[in-house]
DNA sequence: AATGAATGAGTCTTCATTCAT
DNA sequence: AATGAATGAAGACTCATTCAT
């Protein structure tokens, strides 16, 4: 076995995948280069291009990873014995974990519209449609068993998906960061309690 | 005084402000150029440049006035004798019906960190941040007076004006756009009432 | 009256249209940059844009130019009393005043090809095809006339415009410049009378 | 001895020639890649790099080729008993049997002085010149033995280079193509018997 | 010897900013 | 004061060439 530091040279689709992951996340998508992609990857500039044709296909390929991901993540963590608030709460302890993941999943939801519409169309919603109309459908469930108010699911599902957002990564700037406790105690509050008093 | 059709030179710093502020919200900032500017604004390019140094202190021009504009807004609707739900609703419907002003909005709440960390910290969240601070001292207010519920009331504040974008411009292309009274009602549904049964 | 160096500022699109159409000439199309260009016309790079939405359209508008410059000095030069022949050689008389233009007029129609079929297709033989349309006509109304010997037109035309720049500019390289008196003796000689031997 | 599929290895240099020179016709030298030749040729692009330093000396391998095949089919087919004329055209005849090869001539004729004076110089016009070259001296001996008429024996090796050239592929687009005995006629008729009347 | 993944110099093109008029 | 022609730095992408396997 090698015992340099070098890696694998399978591994360079994935330190691609990776640094423009994290560039993505950090920067957005207009304010990251192929060049910056290439020197956090540690790989020359073409070598991007072996893998994916252009900057859009390489991004497109980071969402739809993104959402397999969380779906897998969720599929794995969802015990139907249970009840709705506490499999919504489960899977959402289970989805921080990734918190890396975080900054991207926020960032994109940022910048659904960035591209002006024709990319934005196609493209970025993807992640939030595919986990709001995942979310929409245990909310249908739980509210057939009686275990949330009526109400429209989707527009339910995409407020949740909001608030969880709001309290996780998208704050980082406009209130302390949350540690995953307080993030679910949050979470409960705002979400299935509400304001009103008693 | 001029006898020509020409319009006040004064007139010409606010034709740039709202002809930016127009495209900004429309296409972000950037892909938003100078010479859409311009040309929306009925000027000379280099006009821009007399009332501001560059894009970025045309960005943060608009961003300053936005904040101004609201704030009094807030200020002129409010009414102490109120309790909190109705005066926050209240004022919600205000603004509300500045529809135009929300593209803006936003636009740059989604775009806030665009720019790589520089611009973004010492330039977008400064709207949010001051509507925030701004709402969480009228719920530390209705919290002292037992009108809702105890908590952070920064970060209800925060939750609030998630919540509340989330139901007007961000969501345009994940639900249905809701109408002015959609809006108010499920606002206070989620908001004040919660999801949780009885 | 300026006494320095300086060129009229209206000058500027010319300059690009005569760097680049030299540069063309003497590299062909891909091979001139358009760095080169813009050095070679004292302009900054992107003042060629300002004028050229991009390389091709440049490139089609020194077409476009030339075609429309042959066609006039052919018109202006053409007299209808005099017989084919001397017409035929008047005109390139004319044309070869343009020495200049030569090197672009060859360059060009070598180069053809050069683009994959669709550029070529649609752009450069645009030259030729009205250069020899041109001729073919007048060959037409001249075998009419019996003043050359029967054949196709277009045919006819084609060989012509062939051996006329074999000629002049294509030479350069394969044999001695011809100047003015030895081409228009030799295109007598090669196109009109034949090798054969009385 | 190998029991594989394989080929002898030094097929391999076959390969690449007759794979880089069917693409040098069909796309000229820039827009010829080497992958599409490895591709072409059925090898690994580092292969080409065993045989060939870089582009331009394949290229130039490959024109030095096609004048030696060429010298070769001529003397093969010149009968010093025939007269010129019938000389020629028999030789003509014969070099149009290789209709493919046409291609690469047309081409690179085409194509001569792509790539700035540099390359051009030192290489392609070796084809042209070898041919011209050879064709004068057949040339010479005709005049002296009195089959043609007097001329000089270079340009005229030169015209009818470039007549035939342009009889054959240069014109595909600009008429329709000729078939091998339109070509011949057309050439008897162009060459040595001109245009003028009686 | 043969390979093809990796590379980066070199291209075209965009757009914020300047400055002569 | 107002203009917009001119600019060049910066970005996405291509492809001849190298080198570890």
Redesign the interface.
């Known amino acids: 076995m090698e015992t340099t530091t070098e890696r694998k040279p399978t591994d360079r689709r994935k330190q691609v995948l990776e640094a423009a992951s994290r560039s993505f996340a950090?920067?957005?998508y207009?304010?990251t280069t192929m060049d910056q992609v290439a020197k956090a990857a540690g790989v020359g500039k073409g070598t991007i291009y072996t893998f994916f044709a252009n900057k859009e296909e390489l991004f497109e390929q980071i969402v739809k990873d993104l959402i397999a991901e969380l779906k897998d993540v969720a599929e794995r963590t969802l015990d139907p014995a249970l009840p709705f608030?506490d499999n919504l709460l489960r899977i959402l302890q289970q989805v921080l974990a990734y918190r890396d993941r975080h900054g991207l999943i926020v960032?994109l939801s940022?910048?659904?519209?960035?591209?002006?519409t024709p990319m934005?169309?196609g493209g970025l919603?993807a992640v939030?449609?595919s986990i709001?109309s995942y979310i929409a459908g245990h909310v249908s469930n739980a509210i057939a068993k009686?275990?949330?108010?009526e109400?429209d699911p989707?527009?339910?599902a995409?407020?949740m998906l909001?608030?969880y957002l709001?309290?996780t990564a998208?704050?980082g700037?406009?209130?302390e960061p949350l540690d995953t406790d307080q993030v679910l105690a949050?979470f409960r509050?705002?979400?299935?309690?509400?304001?009103?008093?008693?």
């Open positions: 950090a920067f957005g207009k304010a608030a960032k940022q910048e659904v519209k960035e591209f002006g934005a169309t919603e939030e449609r709001i009686g275990e949330i108010r109400s989707v527009l339910t995409y407020m909001k608030m709001a309290l998208e704050g700037h406009l209130h949050s509050f705002y979400c299935l309690e509400g304001l009103a008093v008693g």
